[in-house]
């Protein structure tokens, strides 16, 4: 069964850093392109990053420059390092599998992990 | 990229259909057939109900379809049903990916 679980989500203050992690089980991260979905409170869902099956990565333009997607393939998990953070960054903070057969739908989250930028 | 375009809001009676609109530009919805749909009830997770415009996930029923035209997708929920009440999000890949603003759909 695959199953996502997110943690390291929680109360930071603004020019913070905090890494988030998401632990994965029933499939291999690193032959999938993984990817993490950011909501804010009572907003919609936003694109935040993907990283490939070759490693490589791509960014939202709201948060390029500040946060950076990885893996570690040992632990078979996913990680979103977020750094500078702003009132802006305060979400709800879900990881996906893009879909093992379509490459360009997410078919599998995570049950997300809170993020509050605040003083 | 910007957000794709959807109503705030639907609503329909039990056993009605309703339609859901998401409107792009053909950099995203126009420019891939690689149109998802997403299922939220509050406080959970998404669940994907509809892929690469038109094609349903197993064990989505099949009142749930997709279908794209030019630079707008659209969602049709038939027999809608008290469970299908929830928010509805598209999303488009165009190199990378941008969802719609969502949905709240009520069944009256």
């Known amino acids: 069964e695959v199953q996502l679980v997110e943690s390291g989500g929680g109360l930071i203050q603004p020019g913070g850093s905090l890494r988030l992690s998401c632990a994965a089980s029933?499939?291999?991260?690193?032959?999938?392109?993984m990817s993490w979905v950011r909501q804010a409170p009572g907003k919609g869902l936003e694109w935040v990053s993907v990283i490939n099956t070759g490693g490589s990565t791509y960014y939202a333009d709201s948060v390029r420059g500040r946060f950076t997607i990885s893996r570690d393939n040992s632990k078979n998990t996913l990680y979103l390092q977020m750094n500078s953070l702003r009132a802006e960054d305060t979400a709800v903070y879900y990881c996906?599998?893009?879909?093992?057969?379509?490459?360009?739908?997410?078919?599998?989250w995570g049950q997300g992990t809170l993020v509050t930028v605040s003083s | 990229q910007s957000a794709l375009t959807q109503p705030r809001s639907v609503s329909g009676s039990p056993g009605q259909s309703v339609t859901i609109s998401c409107t792009g530009t053909s950099s995203d919805v126009g420019g891939y057939n690689y149109v998802s749909w997403y299922q939220q009830y509050p406080g959970k997770a998404p669940k994907v109900m509809i892929y690469d415009v038109s094609k349903r996930p197993s064990g989505v029923p099949d009142r749930f379809s997709g279908s794209k035209s030019g630079n707008t997708a659209s969602l049709t929920i038939s027999g809608l049903q008290a469970e299908d009440e929830a928010d509805y999000y598209c999303?488009?890949?165009?190199?990378?990916?941008?969802f719609g603003g969502g949905t709240k759909l009520t069944v009256l």
């Open positions: 996906a599998r893009v879909g093992a057969t379509t490459k360009y739908s997410f078919d599998y």
């Open positions: 029933g499939f291999t991260v690193s032959s999938n392109y």
């Open positions: 999303c488009s890949y165009a190199g990378t990916w941008v």
